[in-house]
């Protein structure tokens, strides 16, 4: 058997394999999407397509939780900002300190991620409420941002470090500051890296349940993943208006991805595109 048809064979073993895992990831998403158009009636039926486009789960969805999509948005995009740029700002001398006390207080920092948020759930609850930020916006900010730090500067701490050191010794050599280095070479030089943190810091301030449930009560501030789970009670599920409404708040997240999608894979991978 010659060389080429072998890694023909494994070319399209390759490509099933991948179209096959595709198939398997997509599966549930496409299961939510037909299911959002089925009438009462033919939700029971889990693989079939709906008989017309039932837009009534839609109606439903967006009267219960309508304003909650737009209090989701409210949140994640401030949070995401903050968590970035504080991550970004105590990266930046833990990647250029030498000795160990750089790395005390960076192992200092990456406790915070060992933290489960079940731990801190009824302290930071009383917290929140006695400076006045219950049931608000800014104090799921704050909450975010405080929870989210410990990893973002872990994940810049890194990305700083991939870039090459050379590229800072040249700057101080040309007369520029450490600040004046970091605002307008270091940053620009990873926004590859910052795209894909926001990416995932993103996904995850979206997706929140258990801030959004210890610390919201009313639509003012309540997120899109609290009023979703309310579809769902211990005595029915409304799978219509649950399936619509999840649909719904995919969009946001996926188009993200997608608009940054080649900056993500190259901050993942450490700065290696840049």
């Given at each position: 058997?010659?060389?080429?048809?072998?890694?023909?064979?494994?070319?399209?073993?390759?490509?099933?394999?991948?179209?096959?895992?595709?198939?398997?990831?997509?599966?549930?998403?496409?299961?939510?999407?037909l299911?959002?158009?089925?009438?009462?009636?033919?939700?029971?039926?889990?693989?079939s397509?709906?008989?017309q486009?039932?837009?009534?789960?839609?109606?439903?969805?967006?009267?219960?939780?309508?304003?909650?999509?737009?209090?989701?948005?409210?949140?994640?995009?401030?949070?995401?900002?903050?968590?970035?740029l504080?991550?970004?700002?105590a990266?930046?001398?833990?990647?250029?300190?030498?000795?160990?006390?750089?790395?005390?207080?960076?192992?200092?920092?990456?406790?915070?991620?060992?933290?489960?948020?079940?731990?801190?759930?009824?302290?930071?609850?009383?917290?929140?409420?006695?400076?006045?930020?219950?049931?608000?916006?800014?104090?799921?900010?704050?909450?975010?941002t405080?929870?989210?730090?410990?990893f973002?500067?872990?994940?810049?701490?890194?990305?700083?470090?991939?870039?090459?050191?050379?590229?800072?010794?040249?700057?101080?050599?040309?007369?520029?500051?450490?600040?004046?280095?970091?605002?307008?070479?270091?940053?620009?030089?990873?926004?590859?890296?910052?795209?894909a943190?926001a990416?995932?810091?993103?996904?995850?301030?979206?997706?929140?349940?258990?801030?959004?449930?210890?610390?919201?009560?009313?639509?003012i501030?309540?997120p899109?993943?609290?009023?979703?789970?309310?579809?769902?009670?211990?005595?029915?599920?409304?799978?219509?208006?649950?399936?619509?409404?999840?649909?719904v708040?995919?969009?946001?997240?996926?188009a993200?991805?997608?608009?940054?999608?080649?900056?993500?894979?190259?901050?993942l991978?450490?700065?290696?595109?840049?």
């Open positions: 058997m010659s060389s080429s048809s072998i890694e023909q064979r494994q070319t399209i073993l390759t490509r099933t394999v991948l179209i096959g895992m595709a198939v398997i990831f997509m599966a549930p998403l496409l299961i939510a999407f299911t959002s158009f089925k009438t009462p009636s033919e939700i029971t039926r889990v693989l397509i709906p008989s486009l039932y837009w009534e789960n839609y109606a439903i969805a967006f009267q219960r939780a309508g304003r909650t999509f737009l209090n989701s948005i409210l949140i994640t995009v401030p949070a995401v900002v903050l968590s970035l504080i991550g970004a700002i990266g930046y001398p833990l990647a250029y300190m030498r000795g160990s006390s750089g790395k005390v207080v960076y192992f200092i920092l990456l406790t915070g991620m060992l933290v489960p948020f079940q731990i801190v759930q009824i302290p930071l609850f009383f917290l929140i409420q006695k400076i006045g930020l219950y049931d608000t916006i800014p104090g799921m900010w704050l909450v975010h405080a929870y989210a730090v410990p973002c500067t872990f994940f810049m701490r890194n990305f700083f470090a991939s870039v090459p050191r050379s590229m800072y010794e040249a700057a101080l050599i040309d007369g520029c500051s450490p600040n004046l280095y970091f605002w307008k070479l270091l940053l620009p030089a990873s926004a590859s890296g910052l795209a943190l990416i995932i810091q993103s996904r995850a301030i979206w997706n929140d349940l258990l801030f959004a449930i210890t610390l919201t009560t009313s639509d501030a309540r899109a993943t609290v009023a979703i789970s309310g579809f769902a009670s211990s005595l029915q599920v409304e799978y219509g208006p649950l399936m619509a409404s999840t649909v708040s995919i969009i946001p997240v996926m993200a991805y997608l608009l940054f999608q080649k900056s993500f894979v190259r901050g991978l450490g700065g290696a595109g840049k």
